[in-house]
């Protein structure tokens, strides 16, 4: 993974942090159970208000005009934003994710189309498959030579319902291997279900997709799919890790405002000696998941399965770490925590579709651990 | 609370010995066999429900609340009345049909697996009806159980709640040593005739959809240990109204409801338990009401437990569909040794999960408040007895005053404190043990399944969040294991104290 935070100033990283936890305090905070099913609130204006403020545009390259930052940034930002509403934060990753896979296949000063369309300037984030991984969703059979032409079902394309393109693999039938594709979501040919309701991060709404004899752009070479893949992945782990981080922390906050005020059985909650051990396994877990994600930047220095592996490990470790801290979240609150009335529901909702992001987490444990045996053999 | 023994040697008196957790054993020989038929009569029929009843409407009840959080499954309480679910499992004596209580475990368990949620309405009425008759007021329980089967009989679903929970106190309500310290306001003022109540109650399963509610309430809520009333109050009575609903995580289908209380008069004949009524047992106010919110989560946990088993057997079920399903790289999931491995874990958590509540039923059976009706005597002489029988020659009696007395006082003395310790410890051990199992399995089968299993369409996400309530209510887990380990342990540890100041934290 290419992590530059080192190189960046601290107070520019510092600065950009702050804009996404403003933003995320400003334009999030007040409505986050409106933007989940069933929907009172879409979404769409907190992404427009997200792209006024350039967080569409982070990782864009410049040459693009977006601003080019790193993994890292993306990061810091992506765990702010979940702290208050992860299902925003799985909005600007989806977003990001297609953007990697792109931006890993496409020759940046030869692609024209593919840079105004994805530019930002249009208006719509990019949709993508950010649930699955190879090996585990359906392909889209691929027909017809120069112009591409893609049948088949997509199921749970985020944001499918909101963007205008989006990033899809497909693979020739017989075929072995698949590539990436551009897709214009109006075109004939497309047709979307409704929002298909999900446990968590319900703000970014999927759909599933059938398509027929749909033209696509192909992004990069025919059959690169798997390496684009992983190239994305290696770069959005990290985010998918500060993601479950921001969770997390947005679960811990509540928990300990929540034990001090809360008085139960003669006390306050707080002066319960398993409380306060309940609290302490939540900020061990949040406290290992920041050195987790930190490590990721120094990895490459040292770390035994150098970055790429960090990441990846941290996203799965992170996100279990979550599932457990944010369960916890709710038990600490009691009843109340089961409710709407606080966020803590939601957050437990959330950590556990967090878990998805990139794909089946059994599956990532098992390429992972053949990326490792392969090395040994080599 | 303090273990009894004073001296503070820090060592236990004797050793823990696992005593009483042969209940199974002793039950093969103490209850009557015929159990045995009703456990697999009520399991039929848990699944003949769920085929016609309840798998059809899981998915979508719970759909429905969430777009409009004030729907109410009054339909399903139709259909479940008229499979007689509400009455079938009351005691003959009070007009039901009779099934032994034990049965309606491995019932519950059966419908959870098809939706929790839906379940609880039928649970929720039993857990008030378990409340009611642990008042050993026959009069009252008599009155109010007849009242049930009548109008279910006439096609109107008539169930009973249990309103504990308030605003400011739950699970310190739910533990004796706590209770003391809870911080109550729903105060019943003893007037003329009857009480006063003012206050609120919050969190009530099924309140919205039920015709009774029994009432905990407080004649002081500064002491409330020894002032605790039970009230029985009926939907419609002046001055009781229903507040909001809660927005829940799971158990859509089972509304949670407040209750609010203003200057609602409470007559003396819907006084299920005051200090007056146990005056003359020769215990203090204290003592008797203690015991009262003692005895009954014995019965009433095994039930969440159950829950909890279905939910568990739900979870593992619905993983091994997915992997038998689902290719990945080129061969259906199933046939990955990794996912047979935690396949085995799933399937190894439901089983475990049944046969430690079915300890706790045996037990309940054998040491708890219900264990009258299962003196085999009694047992099969009611069994043989037509109903009409009691409704003529038994029911008159237990308008007497003297009835009740002698019943409460035979309950109260018949349970000693070995048993009341032994019981509320496995009550709580079951409860926490089964549904941090429940939890266990939707997290293992949520991660089997991917991005697949958070779909609502597919179903296991409903589980995790129907699981996660079974952690909380009736006692936290964590009071619940506080209680285990007073109950079960401290209890031979000399000068070990339990919910103290002592055992607070350090800043």
Redesign the interface.
Known sequence: MRIEAHAMHNGELEAFNDLAESFAKKELLAHVHERE??YALDAAEAVEAARKAGLLSVNLPEEWGGTGLDASVLAGMLSRISAVDAGMAGILFTHAAALEIISAAVDRGDCAEVCRLVSGREGSPLAFQV??GP??IELPAVAGEGVNQLSGRL??VALGRMARHAVVPGARPGGEKFSWYLVDLSLDGVKKSDP?????MQACQAVDIELDAVPALLLGAEGQGGAYFRTMQARMSAGAAAISLGIMEGSFREALAYARQR?????YL?????????LARMAVQIEVSRCCLAGCGIAGNGAAFGGEGSALAAALHISELA?AAT?EG??LL??N?????YGQ?KR??DA??A??LL?????RM?SFIGTIMEEARA | MQAPTPEATGHPRAPLGFTGTLNSIEAMHRLPVWIRGDFYRALELARRFNDLVVKPMSGEVD?KV??DNDYLPRDFLKKANEWGLFTLWIPKMYGGKGMNMLSLYPFMEEVSSACAGLANLIGAHYLGVSVLCSSCNMDITNRVLRDVVKENDRGRPCTISLAW?EP?????QV?AP?L????VRTQATKTAGGYVVNGSK??ISSGHLSTWHMLICYEDVLKPADTIVMLAVKTGMRGFTFGHK?????QKACVASELIFEDCFVPDENVCFDREQVRRLGITARQAGLKLIDMFPAVTQPGVAAISTGIARAACEAAVRYAAE?K??GKALINHE??QL?IADLYRNAVSSRAIYMEATYAAGLLSMIRLLFNKAIFYLTLVTPGWFFTLFVSPLFRLGIVSHVYRKMNFEMTSPEDERHMSGLGSLTKFTCSDLA?LNC?LA????????????LGA?KL??DA??L???EG???VNR?NLFSRHIAQVMPGVGV?E?G???ER
Not at chain 1, 263 to 267: C, D, N, T
Not at chain 1, 337 to 341: A, L, P, R, V
Not at chain 1, 359 to 363: A, F, P, Q, T
């Open positions: 099913f069933p649930y699955g090996g585990e199921p749970l298909v309701l999900t446990l968590g008085w139960q059985g003669g006390r707080e002066e319960w000696s398993g409380v306060r051990m309940m599932c369960s709710v038990q009691g009843g925590g089961y409710m709407k009335d529901e437990m909702r556990r579709q878990r998805c794909g089946m987490g059994g599956l098992m | 759909l969430m777009e929970t400011d106190a739950g699970t310190d533990q706590l003391p310290g809870a911080k919050v969190f809660e927005r829940k995580m799971g689902k990945v790289a990794w996912v935690v939890m997290s949520l991660d089997l399944m991917g991005a697949d299993g958070t779909r609502h369409d996400e995790f969040r996660k309530l952690q909380i209510y936290t887990n964590e506080i919910f100041q055992s607070g934290g």
